[in-house]
């Protein structure tokens, strides 16, 4: 059973930047595939950016494709979510997932667990 937990969330200024960050314990980091979702307001679960095991590999969502970077060390057993230039539309909870595969994942139920969740509010 893996444990996330979210770390780095908070209230900002448009334009700010913020780095996230998700713990992973009780199993292999290295051999899971790892995202950073995010849930706004009456809107559904979204993908913000995806990390394959090895690292090797990302995936962004369009409107995060340059201005967030999504990380990982296996030494710290740690996945990060540096998001530079924050806009308003970027205010959500954002969570950290896990699943035990190969590859990139981008859909909520490729994921197997989930972290509890950390607000990301940026003001204009």
């Known amino acids: 059973q893996v444990q996330l937990v979210e770390s780095g969330g908070g209230l900002v200024l448009a334009g700010d930047s913020l780095r996230l960050s998700c713990a992973a314990s009780g199993g292999t980091f290295n051999v899971y595939a790892m995202g950073w979702f995010r849930q706004g307001p009456g809107k559904e679960r979204e993908l913000v950016a995806a990390i394959s095991s090895s690292g090797g590999n990302t995936y962004y969502k369009i409107s995060v494709k340059g201005r967030f970077t999504i990380s990982r060390d296996g030494a710290k057993n740690t996945v990060s979510l540096q998001m530079n230039s924050l806009k308003p539309e970027d205010t959500a909870v954002y969570y950290c997932?896990?699943?035990?595969?190969?590859?990139?994942?981008?859909?909520?139920?490729?994921?197997?667990?989930w972290g509890q969740g950390t607000q990301v509010t940026v003001s204009s």
């Open positions: 997932a896990a699943v035990q595969r190969s590859g990139l994942w981008v859909r909520p139920n490729d994921y197997t667990y």
